[in-house]
């Protein structure tokens, strides 16, 4: 199990945003001392290295090392569905199949959930105090987005 919860989730948006147009796939490789990355860019120019170590989570819950492959253009898209002030809790069961944000925010107002382009409607929330959204791995090769949005206390 993984766990990792991030008390300011504009981070994560602002390293990833950072990150997103040199890299399109990219391993996360969890473990006791944080979550790693290191990637090239497409042609071989540039090479993205990234650390966030398990101190900077509050809590940060890693029971065996494991490597999430993910799309960062469909992580990207997720993170927008945060607010700046929202805390982003990341979860991955231990086969790695499947990757959980949930996103807390400190207030009631609403945010629209960006549309995804799956075949599934648009969800409509009265009340979006706390949001989850999950990327389906499979293979590590070609994650699938599902988006699923949660009303607190439903």
């Known amino acids: 199990m993984f766990e990792a919860r991030l008390n300011t989730g504009s981070l994560l948006k602002k ?28 042609s071989h120019v540039s090479l993205v290295t990234m650390l966030l170590k398990a101190e900077g989570f509050d809590p940060y819950r890693c029971d065996r090392n494991q490597s999430l492959g993910i799309n960062l253009n469909s992580m990207n898209k997720i993170l927008k569905c945060s607010g700046n002030d929202d805390v ?33 409607n648009t969800v409509s929330l009265r009340t979006r105090l706390a949001r989850r959204a999950t990327l389906l791995n499979h293979n590590r090769q070609r994650p699938c987005l599902v988006l699923r949005a949660q009303a607190h206390g439903h």
């Open 88 to 120: 982003i809790t990341i979860k991955a069961d231990d086969g790695g199949d499947m990757v959980t944000f949930i996103f807390e925010s400190p207030s009631t107002s609403a945010s629209p959930l960006p549309d995804f382009g799956t075949s599934q």
């Open 15 to 42: 390293v990833l945003e950072a990150i997103k147009d040199l890299v399109s796939d990219a391993n996360f490789d969890c473990n006791a001392t944080g979550v790693s990355l290191q990637a090239m860019d497409s």
